[in-house]
């Protein structure tokens, strides 16, 4: 059956080019159940790849032609071929974690063919302590990095004799919970924005007051103070033209640390997670003897509840929105920008507090069109890029899963770097643990790496700081 693909989805296929390739991926990192043989991996490919059937999302590839009228739609493939979606893959020697985000760096570089549903899966023997890792990547056209988590953990289990579980692009034959889970998961998550322009277009109290929230925003940007628009980004190396060719970085740290740092000085995890970030550049930049004198700026996604009363608060919920954050880069001391990035984060959410859902979701599309239009228009360069890096943390499990027994340890989120915007930090929480992911042009962000080992310097930084 073919259906027509949503303006967003268009959007995402139509931006994509070879040095912009438009898919989100992941990482997992799973340890071997109890007793199993030497044949476990290639039985666990084996288990991904012959599954009864494949979710319709997975079988689906976009297609235009005369009979469409042009028009981008969403056709099955009638020629399916998992074997081509599912692979089995062995690191060389000695199967050190450089070897795996080396071999995850090329799976990220190379685009998805629209002629063919856009997903792929590669599971991954050959670390030297015997753990298992899957990469996995999806066109953004199809999932978003929340979407994405929500379908791996929805055939995850806290169990581990559990057994049977499907893979994540196969189908659940009953209605159980799991069947239920998968359902939300694949449940576009463009439908809110859709439905709120359409509120938007009536003549609502909400469309009648985006002028006066439109003033008041841009207002905030002139001052150079913290709002879902930014006017106030300097130049940096991150924000210019960029290869297809990607280099990954991933690391974990306990939430606990962050925590107990938030604790100590009166801020959020996610305040922390940024102060780290801020510190890691300022220091990567230094490097490169390429630090500007004025802060970066952040763009971070929140999430924002609407209440009854229609106007969104702080509390998290369904209404999604954007904050750009003075990240504080140009101070030396990494509490004073932790503090920068608390009173900015304050600031940004204050703003939003204000506004109704629609009004968000008004807001932060506005902050975002520099950023798209730029690089569409070829003229990054020659404009002031609107903020200089992308940060988000999207939550994950809280307790231990497994996936037929098998543990997962770790899921790595890998993002979308774009012209312009060459560096993008996505951060995943699981089972107490704070995973980065760090996505980059590996000619415009040299040495990616080394920002790991910043990330940690900092973290210890902020403690010895805060005094915990």
Wanted: hydrophobic fraction near 40%; glycine fraction near 8%.
């Amino acid at each position: 059956m073919v259906t027509p693909i949503d303006p967003t989805s268009t959007a995402f296929l139509l931006a994509e080019n070879r040095s912009m390739p438009m898919h989100v991926g992941g990482l997992q990192l799973f340890r071997k159940p109890e007793g199993a043989g030497d044949d476990y991996v290639r039985e666990m490919f084996e288990a991904m790849r012959d599954v009864d059937e494949v979710a319709p999302l997975f079988l689906k590839h976009p297609h235009r032609s005369a009979r469409t009228a042009g028009q981008l739609v969403w056709k099955p493939d009638e020629q399916f071929d998992i074997e081509h979606h599912v692979r089995h893959s062995a690191l060389p020697g000695p199967g050190r974690v450089r070897e795996l985000l080396e071999l995850c760096s090329r799976l990220h570089s190379t685009r998805l063919a629209w002629e063919r549903p856009l997903w792929e899966a590669s599971v991954i023997e050959g670390l030297a302590d015997g753990r298992v890792a899957m990469y996995t990547k999806t066109h953004h056209a199809l999932v978003d990095g929340v979407s994405a988590m929500r379908l791996l953990a929805s055939v995850l289990s806290t169990d581990p004799d559990k057994r049977g579980m499907p893979a994540p692009w196969g189908t659940v034959p009953d209605r159980s919970k799991v069947a239920k889970e998968r359902e939300r998961a694949e449940r576009r998550l463009e439908e809110v924005p859709v439905q709120a322009l359409r509120s938007a277009l009536g003549i609502t109290a909400e469309a009648a007051g985006l002028p006066g929230a439109l003033v008041r925003t841009l207002n905030k940007s002139v001052r150079g103070e913290t709002s879902a628009v930014s006017l106030h980004a300097p130049r940096t190396m991150f924000n210019q033209s960029i290869t297809g060719s990607r280099r990954f970085a991933a690391q974990d740290w306990p939430v606990e640390r962050l925590r107990t740092i938030g604790k100590a000085t009166g801020t959020t995890i996610n305040d922390v997670v940024i102060a780290m970030c801020s510190g890691a550049l300022r220091t990567y930049l230094l490097e490169h003897d390429a630090l500007p004198e004025q802060s970066l700026v952040a763009m971070v996604p929140v999430g924002l509840k609407a209440q009854q009363s229609h106007v969104a608060s702080t509390e998290g919920g369904n209404a999604v929105g954007s904050i750009m954050v003075q990240m504080g880069t140009e101070r030396a001391d990494p509490a004073d920008r932790l503090d920068a990035v608390h009173r900015s984060m304050v600031d940004g959410k204050r703003a939003l507090s204000s506004m109704t859902p629609v009004q968000i979701l008004a807001m932060s599309a506005l902050g975002q069109a520099p950023a798209i239009l730029t690089p569409l228009l070829r003229m990054q360069g020659l404009v002031r890029p609107p903020y200089n890096v992308i940060i988000s943390n999207v939550p994950g499990p809280r307790t231990t899963h497994y996936w037929n027994g098998a543990q997962l340890l770790g899921t790595y989120p890998l993002s979308i770097p774009i012209n312009g915007m060459a560096l993008n930090i996505t951060c995943t929480s699981y089972d107490g643990l704070m995973c980065f992911g760090l996505t980059g042009c590996r000619r415009t962000v040299p040495h990616l790496q080394r920002m790991l080992g910043h990330l940690d310097d900092e973290l210890s930084a902020l403690e010895k700081a805060a005094g915990v």
